[in-house]
């Protein structure tokens, strides 16, 4: 379906009407961030991309997983946490969404995480597809395009003329374009902005192998000097998905919290003896290259990396993850 | 210069006066470039430096991947900004490294020195340093500003810039005078402070990290740079610089002979509590 963009503006503010929040990427002083809008006109579609990904509203930040209180007589009472709210998200980039459902098998294993799911079951994502890249970025390195449909629901590209088209990916996607159908037409024969997206910049096959084999290879060392291990890799990444839980209680009333956590850092793996099997910061950089290229390909037949750059773009110490994949190619 | 200085870390690591050198190659970010350790003599062609030398060397110099370089009777050197040198006399103060263990190339104007160093290679005013100034007089204005406000106001300012703290700690692990051992964020039996991001937490967090750095800070606004979601943290920082000015007449890193006022006493203290 196609879409002109006084149409788009109309439908992104009826959705906006209809009283589902709409999250969408806008820019705050020089902060980039996808944050709920009020009005079509924040949308800021540019370079650079939202600092923060689209991550934190599938897996929040943090959020009360349950609470409870004590009654008159001592009893306990147990308070369910708050339902997360249907969104709609706006303008996310295909990498992105294609993140989603590859945190989804994390997330729907041995123990069902209701939270993510109940939101991704919720969550309705219109993507809309790059038209450039900047030298972080390697999706297509990782089996992605700027046109991936993956996670997606609603599929949007630019035409030359500055319309839109439109493809509803899911039935969720489907259903919401019907709904709104006065202001889509018939795809004319207008053509999509192509953009073929970075060149790719390593081979994807030969990372694993090499990785199985070497855990003590000396690069390790070498190559993890700059790290500080600071969280900002692992919170920036939309696919990073560990986290960690904290109580706090009164004598009268108490709640547990669920809250991002980070391989980066020491606290980590700190044993309750104090040992520490990641006792330094080459090690744990190593699981965050291992476990995103090997052990979670081993258990989910996916690579936990989506190419999006943002651990490269963001580090204060200019680690790159890029380089350490080519570096890796260049050691096979 | 830069021809110099390479020469210089070839002469000194060929010499034996340092085993290893901290200072920056080129990496994958055009405006950012990275830290490095240079131990052998022929490696020194990997140096660079120029407007991007951006993050503070001090740091590195408490890893302890390379406090393992030192080996038994080296030194370590390390290509010094003015502030990375500031941090080196933090870090003396402190005694969390020794003087004689570190070997100070200082590259810049001497007048912008703290005179600690070994050597110096001479330079006009950097474009990093004068960015720097720039920078220092633009935060400065508007701590001016902020004090305008009221002091709702001010709490809504800071309510809002917190908001947006993600706990990822990066103002921490960069800054050369964060290095407890075990960071009172992360101390969790108690839980000192809510680990989450939410207001309480981010509020405690910001603060007490400001607080800790009272009187230590040395100025070089690497929290703030590495902030990835751009929280004005300078501004506290040099809120707090300006208080110890005013009542201890005192500047952090720029003596190791002058004793600092919040880790020190003196008999006649106004304050009784303090002996
Ligand atoms: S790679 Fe960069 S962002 Fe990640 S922990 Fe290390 S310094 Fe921080
Ligand atoms: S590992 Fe880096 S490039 Fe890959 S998805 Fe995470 S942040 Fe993006
Ligand atoms: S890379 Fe680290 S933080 Fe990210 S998912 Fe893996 S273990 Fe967790
Ligand atoms: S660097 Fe910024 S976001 Fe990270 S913990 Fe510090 S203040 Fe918060």
């Known amino acids: 379906m196609q879409i002109t963009k006084t149409n788009l503006e109309q439908f992104i503010n009826e959705l906006i009407k209809s009283g589902k929040p709409v999250v969408a990427p806008i820019r705050e002083n020089n902060l980039s961030a996808y944050k709920p809008i009020n009005s079509f006109n924040q949308i800021n579609l540019d370079l650079p991309f939202p600092t923060k990904s689209a991550k934190e509203y599938f897996l929040a930040d943090y959020e009360k997983i349950l609470s409870y209180s004590f009654g008159e007589k001592g009893q306990i009472e147990m308070k369910e946490p708050d339902q997360p709210k249907e969104l709609i998200l706006f303008g996310v980039r295909p990498c992105e969404a294609a993140s989603f459902p590859i945190m989804n098998k994390v997330f729907s294993w041995d123990s069902q995480d209701k939270f993510y799911q109940e939101r991704l079951a919720k969550n309705l994502v219109i993507t809309v597809a790059c038209e450039q890249s900047d030298d972080f970025c390697f999706c297509t390195s990782v089996g992605l395009s700027p046109q991936a449909t993956d996670g997606s629901d609603i599929f949007m590209r630019k035409t030359q003329t500055g319309d839109y088209l439109a493809e509803g990916i899911t039935d969720k996607g489907k259903n919401l374009i019907e709904k709104h159908k006065d202001l889509f037409a018939e795809n004319s024969n207008e053509k999509p902005i192509d953009y073929k997206g970075p060149e790719k910049k390593f081979d994807l096959k030969k990372i694993k192998p090499w990785l199985e084999k070497n855990f003590e290879h000396p690069m390790w060392n070498q190559i993890s000097l700059p790290c500080i291990g600071c969280g900002v890799c692992t919170f920036t990444c939309p696919n990073c998905y560990c986290f960690d839980m904290v109580d706090e209680a009164t004598l009268k009333e108490g709640a547990r919290y669920k809250m991002w956590d980070s391989c980066q850092f020491r606290m980590f793996t700190v044993h309750a003896s104090g040992h520490n099997p990641r006792d330094n910061q080459s090690k744990r950089f190593r699981q965050r290259i291992e476990h995103k290229f090997n052990y979670y390909p081993d258990k989910f037949d996916h690579t936990l990396c989506v190419g999006c750059g943002r651990c490269i773009r963001h580090c204060p110490a200019d680690m790159s993850l890029l380089e350490t994949l080519i570096t890796i190619n260049k050691l096979t | ?275």
């Open chain 2, 1 to 275: 210069m830069l021809d110099k200085l390479k020469q210089r870390i070839k002469e000194l690591l060929t010499n034996k006066i340092v085993n290893c050198v901290i200072g920056y190659e080129q990496g994958d970010n055009p405006t950012l470039a990275r830290p490095v350790y240079i131990t052998k003599p022929n490696e020194a062609e990997r140096l660079v430096y120029n407007e991007y030398c951006i993050p503070i060397l001090a740091k590195y110099i408490l890893k302890p991947e390379v406090r393992s370089l030192k080996l038994e009777a080296g030194k370590i050197g390390i290509i010094a900004k003015p502030s990375d040198v500031r941090a080196l006399v933090g870090l003396i103060q402190e005694k969390q490294i020794i003087r004689e263990d570190v070997y100070i190339i200082a590259v810049g104007r001497k007048e912008d020195f703290p005179k600690i160093y070994d050597e110096i290679i001479e330079t006009p005013l950097s474009e990093l340093d004068a960015k720097r100034k720039t920078q220092d007089a633009e935060q400065l204005k508007q701590i001016a500003e902020f004090e305008k406000k009221t002091p709702e106001e001010k709490r809504a300012f800071w309510q809002r810039e917190f908001d947006k703290c993600i706990k990822c700690y990066a103002c921490r692990q960069i800054c050369p005078l964060c290095y407890c051992r075990v960071c009172i964020a992360d101390k969790n039996q108690p839980q000192w402070i809510p680990p989450m991001p939410n207001s309480g937490g981010n509020f405690s967090w910001n603060m007490i990290r400001a607080y800790h750095l009272a009187g230590r800070c040395i100025d070089c606004g690497e929290c703030e740079r590495a902030c990835p979601v751009d929280i004005p943290l300078m501004m506290l920082n040099k809120k707090i610089q300006q208080m110890i000015k005013e009542k201890f007449d005192y500047q952090a890193g720029l003596d190791p002979e002058v004793p600092p006022p919040l880790s020190t006493y003196q008999e006649d203290d106004k304050e009784k509590f303090i002996i």
